[in-house]
């Protein structure tokens, strides 16, 4: 008998997300956490080898004279959290924006004048690698620490070939640096650097970039940030039908200003992913439900954005679009690394249930980044990705709000963080 090196046993409430690792939860099923009272989890090799109540992983022999055992008795456990989106590669901050955007300057206006990404794009420059490696490891460890296990890291703070190679070559680094697992993404297509027109960049980065990002091989996603006044509906194609030739997968900032087609454009496209969203017209939100793109939700950006409005995740669920949630941790318009927050502003302000969002930040969060055969779920074969959560029920997660809910983070079956 091969038994478990870790035993979780005795969760008054065990969500495990069983059953949508082949397709994402949508409707109805967004709410089918797969809740097992009295449940226990025992991984060996980093590796999920029973799930149950406590009785039957205890009946199944699994437990041995070396198993280490920690009891969740009173508490609930989960998978751990995956945070598909997320620019969290930079150095310095923009706290010196904060009085502009109260005074109302518009987001944008501040990037027009030079500031916003293209701030950030200059202190990364400047910063060493280390200088950005540590920055950026203090952030990973904040979110570990608030239960994220698995997190999508964009680069996009370069804009030139060889300052993306860079970002994406340190988000490498990072990933055999640290704990977390990351998934690598380029985002040359973030902001348009002085001295370029729009349509200047886009072929640059289509005749330039793609190739070299792709012979390189640093990253898996290609995404691009679809906005008027940043990059139009036809850039954006331009830009994600060659990533797509050239075997990338695809992701879309969308739709997140204006409305514009984001949202019918990722349709057409059948990107993985479309991200943002508050504008999607309803024909848009139609489209990605028939397409089966996966709608990334980052409520915390609304929340930062502070103009009082949020994606229609509702409208979406009720279409049968799969929906997803992530911190869209940056410099900028999200500077936060904590997914227990998103999780309150999407029952808050995207009106989810406590259960659909877990599912949106755990296993359709893993689809939106091409992870969930490994991630998001408490099922046998899985990564022992586990939380422990110091919550009484489920409904406490979002309830008590700006404290951290986490009580220990199991990574591959390694107690990774408590407290
Ligand atoms: O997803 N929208 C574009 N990019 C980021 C913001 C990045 C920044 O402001 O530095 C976003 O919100
Ligand atoms: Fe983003």
């Not at 409520?299 to 979406?316: D, Q």
């Not at 296993?363 to 990705?385: F, P, W």
């Amino acid at each position: 008998m091969q038994y478990a090196d870790l035993l979780i046993h005795s969760a008054r409430m065990m969500a495990t997300m069983k059953g949508f690792s082949e397709r994402p939860a949508r409707g109805e099923g967004m709410s089918e956490i797969g809740l097992i009272e009295e449940g226990a989890v025992a991984i060996r090799d980093g590796k999920i080898i029973a799930v149950g109540t406590t009785e039957e992983v205890r009946a199944g022999g699994w437990v041995g004279p070396n198993t280490v055992q920690i009891s969740a008795e009173g508490k609930v456990v989960t998978p751990g959290f995956v945070d598909p989106h997320t620019h969290v590669l930079y150095a310095g901050s923009r706290e010196n924006e904060l009085s502009l955007k109260l005074k109302g300057v518009p987001y944008l206006e501040i990037l027009k004048q030079g500031g916003g990404i293209l701030s950030t794009v200059r202190s990364t420059k400047l910063a060493t690698d280390q200088e950005v490696k540590d920055q950026t490891k203090r952030r990973l460890q904040t979110m570990l620490s608030m239960g994220t296990t698995t997190v999508e890291v964009k680069s996009g703070y370069g804009l030139m070939v060889e300052d993306e190679l860079r970002a994406l070559r340190l988000i490498h680094e990072l990933a055999r640096e640290q704990v977390l697992d990351l998934v690598p993404t380029f985002m040359g297509a973030h902001a348009v650097p002085p001295g370029y027109s729009e349509d200047e960049f886009t072929s640059y980065i289509v005749k330039d970039m793609l190739p070299r990002i792709a012979a390189e091989g640093l990253a898996e996603f290609c995404d691009v940030f679809c906005e008027p006044g940043v990059f139009s509906l036809d850039s954006s194609e331009r830009i994600l039908t060659k990533a797509n030739e050239l075997n990338f997968k695809l992701k879309m900032h969308a739709d997140e200003l204006d409305s514009a087609g984001g949202a019918e454009l990722a349709a057409k496209l059948g990107v993985i992913s479309a991200d943002h969203l508050l504008q999607a017209s309803d024909d848009g939100i139609l489209a990605l439900a028939k397409q089966g793109v996966i709608a990334v939700l980052l409520p915390a950006t609304s929340f930062n954005l502070a103009k009082n409005s949020y994606a229609r995740a509702r409208a979406m669920i009720s279409a049968g679009v799969p929906v997803a949630l992530a911190t869209d941790s940056n410099p900028g318009s999200s500077p936060t690394e904590s997914m227990p927050l998103v999780l309150t502003l999407a029952c808050l302000y995207l009106r989810l249930t406590p259960e659909e969002a877990l599912m949106a930040a755990t296993i359709n969060a893993a689809h939106a980044i091409g992870r969930a055969d490994q991630v998001g779920s408490l099922e046998v074969g899985k990564l022992g990705d586990v939380l422990i959560l110091d919550i009484p029920n489920l409904n406490y997660l979002p309830y008590h709000f700006g404290s951290n809910p986490v009580e220990m983070v199991i990574k591959r079956g390694n107690v990774v963080w408590e407290t």
